[in-house]
């Protein structure tokens, strides 16, 4: 059974065991949340959201509709999101681009991701860094715009 803080407002029921929901927390109705998950404290999880198993989202993250997290991430501090390119107030588009996160990687506290994004398996995205394309598995990135700096070793 997972564990909802009651002042974390949880409009879904797909919520795997032993995931933690802190306060002050918004997971909208459509959201699928992992089991064994931590979501901390000014967290806000739109509908259109799929988060994996043992995923870590640490406060003041938001995931945006479109958005596809795999089992085993780790989102940094106010790690921020976008899911339209070309954003107007009261204008939407048809689909929002999808970002994926791949198993294992881990984003950098304040880092930056544009929409349409793929992070490999087990990347790592530095603190601050702004990515506007494609990571590829097992590498380090970081600065704006974010480049590789580092390959990661594969077990």
């Not at 588009?93 to 198993?103: A, D, F, G, I, R």
């Not at 506007?132 to 970081?142: L, N, W």
Request: glycine share 10%; charged share 20%.
């Amino acid at each position: 059974m997972p564990s909802i803080h009651a002042l974390s407002d949880v409009q879904t029921d797909a919520i795997g065991e032993q995931t933690r929901v802190w306060q002050f927390a918004v997971i909208l109705k459509g959201a699928r949340i992992g089991k064994n998950c931590n979501i901390c404290a000014h967290t806000f999880i739109e509908g259109g959201v799929t988060v994996g198993d043992n995923v870590t989202l640490k406060c003041g993250v938001y995931l945006w509709d479109g958005m596809v997290i795999e089992d085993d991430v780790f989102i940094g501090p106010n790690a921020t999101f976008t899911n339209d390119k070309a954003p107007r107030s009261k204008q939407y588009p048809e689909k929002y681009e999808s970002t994926v996160l791949k198993t294992g990687c881990s984003i950098g506290a304040n880092a930056t991701l544009l929409p349409g994004i793929t992070v490999g398996e087990y990347a790592m995205v530095g603190a601050g860094a702004v990515v506007t394309k494609d990571v590829p598995g097992y590498s380090v990135v970081v600065g704006n715009p974010a480049k590789v700096i580092k390959e990661l070793k594969r077990d």
